[in-house]
């Protein structure tokens, strides 16, 4: 059987598109869920939830390749902290104090942080697009979060969610650097489960330690959501858009989180954009762009992925 892909078509397009979509929404939901479950819960029971949707088609396959995957468990450990329990329940603390499109303008900030740390992790120095347009997201992130004035955030303003989201999307970057730096000999999916069961392992103690906050008719549908769509449902739909379109065409689609984002919120939420959601999120965006892209003659390292939020 051939491992070549079909040449991409528009009807392709719509993998990442809607992985995008799943994403931004789980925004908007992640704020929701503030309001109605304690944010250890939700964290944990989503990916009790993942976990227990993903093992009877994984769990006898993890343990025939046992003796491939045990060698592995320290770096799968370590990947199932960052972005299972670190990036993830960030965002569920942080989203009391911040809203969802500030958390969707950040995250889309990930592919941008990636570039830095590759930097350091993985010795890839950046190309002068990479350096302006980090610059001109900067100065947008500066924008949006001093609410139109990038020198209150010298002043200490600014709130501490949004703090929390930026600590999120570092850990998050990390996570897609540290997947390029230990190329794994196991199955995609495979390695997605074990990184689920650390999860959950991880964050086991937070849930057992903190307030009680039962499932009822309010949270239940978010728990639902957050455990099968941006855990499964979009890791599929993205992996099929990297391999129809390949990964830098399929990266662009991320630019579109914090814009559909933005729109589930204000319809949803009521969290009408202001002019600098605006100016900051465009200038945000365009300079994740610019840093995405290439001039000819500079080709993407072999086996490089963008990385995808969870």
Request: charged residues 10%.
């Amino acid at each position: 059987m051939s491992n070549a892909s079909p040449a991409p078509s528009a009807r392709h397009m719509l993998f990442p598109l809607f992985a995008a979509l799943i994403w931004s929404l789980n925004m908007v939901v992640t704020k929701m869920a503030a309001d109605v479950i304690a944010p250890a819960t939700i964290g944990f029971y989503r990916w009790v939830l993942a976990g227990a949707i993903l093992t009877p088609f994984l769990l006898l396959s993890v343990l025939r390749d046992w003796r491939k995957i045990a060698p592995h468990l320290g770096k799968l450990a370590v990947l199932g902290a960052l972005g299972m329990a670190i990036y993830q329940g960030l965002t569920y603390v942080a989203a009391a104090t911040t809203t969802a499109t500030h958390m969707g303008i950040i995250t889309a900030m990930v592919p941008l942080i990636t570039i830095a740390l590759g930097c350091i992790v993985l010795r890839e120095w950046p190309v002068w697009t990479a350096i302006a347009g980090g610059a001109l997201s900067l100065f947008g992130l500066g924008v949006l979060l001093g609410e139109g004035n990038p020198l209150q955030l010298l002043e200490g303003s600014g709130s501490v969610g949004d703090a929390l989201m930026g600590v999120a999307a570092l850990s998050y970057a990390l996570y897609g650097v540290l997947l390029r730096r230990w190329p794994l000999p196991i199955g995609v999916w495979q390695s997605l489960y074990v990184q689920v069961l650390f999860g959950i392992l991880f964050q086991l103690p937070t849930f057992l330690m903190g307030p009680a906050s039962p499932l009822n008719a309010d949270n239940i549908p978010l728990v639902l959501y957050a455990g099968i769509f941006p855990s499964l449902f979009a890791p599929y739909l993205w992996m099929q858009g990297v391999r129809y379109l390949g990964p830098n065409r399929a990266s662009i689609f991320l630019n579109l989180m914090p814009v559909g984002t933005v729109a589930i919120a204000a319809f949803t939420l009521g969290e009408v954009p202001h002019g600098y959601h605006i100016i900051g999120g465009v200038m945000a965006l365009a300079g994740v762009s610019v840093a995405q892209w290439r001039p000819r003659g500079k080709k993407q390292r072999r086996g490089a992925k963008p990385s995808r939020p969870v």
